[in-house]
């Protein structure tokens, strides 16, 4: 089992941390901004960061939900549905998401929708505080697992397990990090453009021959006998990536045939591989953004993501795009 200091050291760790620190090195190995790193679940485990649960602790469908909102895909099909993996405690982040471009039910003639995926975190006053806050806004989808950073790649699968059993009829999906901006017009434009295509889909910034870690020392080491490949398959970037809604279904089926990883984007690039296909490169790749020095809003005007310092600054940039008079 892990320490408590080191659970912590986990816990604490900022989601944008593992993108900056590890894209501020890309330059140096000159090849495309490496994978995110978000180690998964610890329950039964042996030592180290890295140590993961079973398949079945993994598979989504071992846990089961304490809210769930079902209904909200029957009343109208989405055209898109966006998937925001978060912490409970973090209610900054969803009522910013929910002031921007969560607030978005239509966008391009499309509709759209927003939801917020939660595992426990402990305290009977702060499951209060969700329940509350679900009778308001009909968007919390929360399941049993423990909701911490080293459990993402169940997150994850939950999210995918939703989706395939929620809502299967909508046309494309989007798990996006709670931290993320997304300009909600271009991505649905980029969706409506003729050729893109309706399954099989996966599609973000794309990560190419990315190193497993293989040091004891590093919080994203994974052992040999979870992952033997040297490299990971090519997989999307877990900011925010963009899938058709008939993948879901498939990443679950396959993904009892594979064993649980704690890299969650490059899980997914995996049940990608055991199930034949590979992630398509965006119509225009440099939409999908990571960091940028300052906010432009021209540029924000041009692209679909860009990871944010703060919540704040998500509402900040939101209303200057939003206002009056041409972006550029």
């Known amino acids: ?12 760790f900022p989601l944008h941390g593992y993108y900056h620190r590890f894209l501020n090195q890309s330059t140096r190995f000159n090849r495309p901004p ?37 209904e909200v895909c029957r009343a109208k099909t989405p055209f898109l549905v966006l998937m925001v993996p978060v912490a409970p405690d973090n209610l900054a982040a969803r009522d910013a998401i929910r002031q921007t471009w969560g607030n978005e039910s239509v966008v391009q003639g499309q509709a759209v929708l927003t939801l ?15 329940q ?44 996006i990090d709670s931290d993320m901006f997304l300009n909600i017009d271009n991505l649905v ?35 040999l006998e979870m992952y033997p490949d040297p490299t990971y398959p090519t997989y999307t970037l877990g900011m925010g990536y963009v899938f058709s809604n008939d993948l879901p279904k498939k990443f679950v089926e396959v993904s009892k045939s594979i064993r649980p990883f704690n890299i969650e984007d490059a899980y997914i ?32 005007s041009k692209i679909i993501t860009y990871i944010l310092g703060s919540s704040q600054d998500l509402v900040n940039y939101w209303t200057d795009l939003k206002k009056p008079g041409p972006p550029c």
């Open 1 to 12: 089992m892990l320490s408590t200091s080191t659970l912590s050291i986990w816990r604490s």
């Open 34 to 70: 490496p994978y995110q790193v978000q180690p998964t679940g610890m329950n039964k485990t042996t030592q180290g960061p890295a140590a993961l649960t079973t398949v079945s602790q993994s598979y989504p469908r071992n846990y089961h939900f304490i809210m769930d909102n079902e």
């Open 116 to 130: 917020f995926m939660l595992g426990l975190s402990g305290g009977a006053d702060v499951q209060e505080k969700l």
């Open 132 to 175: 509350q806050e679900n009778l308001q806004h009909s968007d919390l989808l929360q399941s049993s697992f423990a909701d911490t950073y080293l459990n993402l790649t169940i997150k994850t699968m939950v999210i995918m397990d939703w989706l395939a059993t929620r809502c299967p009829t909508a046309a494309y999906a989007m798990k």
């Open 189 to 223: 434009l980029m969706l409506q453009k003729p050729g893109t295509p309706k399954v099989d889909y996966l599609t973000g910034m794309l990560m190419w021959n990315r190193p497993v870690v293989r040091s004891k020392d590093s919080k994203w080491y994974v052992p």
């Open 269 to 300: 690039g995996m049940c990608m591989k055991k199930l034949g296909l590979a992630p398509t490169s965006p119509p225009d790749p440099s939409q999908f953004r990571a960091y940028n020095q300052r906010y432009d809003r021209c540029e924000y």
